[in-house]
Nanobody
Framework: QVQLVESGGGLVQAGGSLRLSCAAS????????MGWFRQAPGKEREFVAA????????GYTDYMKGRFTISRDNARNTVWLQMNNLKPEDTAVYYC?????????????????WGQGTQVTVSS
């Protein structure tokens, strides 16, 4: 059974930082592209960042570049999202996802497995 478990969310003031973690089990982690998505209340789920199975390539939504960094450790079956200079508009539930693909995957429909999400709230 595949499980993706996110952690690290919480309440932070604008300008602060959070590091989200996603621990994967039940799948050959090193063969999966990994991604982070988010969904704010009343809005559609949107792509945040993704990383190739090897960790050698990454992709980001344009307005998150320079603030967010995705990374992974295949030996630990874990992917992280470092978020700096957080803004109130970053408030959302953040989801980790796994795609059986070797490349960087940016579309939600391409992902095979999803975590339950972790809430990130940024106060002004």
């Amino acid at each position: 059974q595949v499980q993706l478990v996110e952690s690290g969310g919480g309440l932070v003031q604008a300008g602060g930082s959070l590091r989200l973690s996603c621990a994967a089990s039940g799948l050959a982690f090193s063969r999966y592209a990994m991604g982070w998505f988010r969904q704010a209340p009343g809005k559609e789920r949107e792509f945040v960042a993704a990383i190739r199975w090897s960790g050698t390539s990454t992709g980001y939504t344009d307005y998150m570049k320079g603030r967010f960094t995705i990374s992974r450790d295949n030996a630990r079956n874990t992917v992280w999202l470092q978020m700096n200079n957080l803004k109130p508009e970053d408030t959302a539930v953040y989801y980790c996802a796994a795609a059986q693909d070797s490349l960087v995957v940016t579309t939600a429909v391409s992902y095979n497995y999803w975590g339950q999400g972790t809430q990130v709230t940024v106060s002004s």
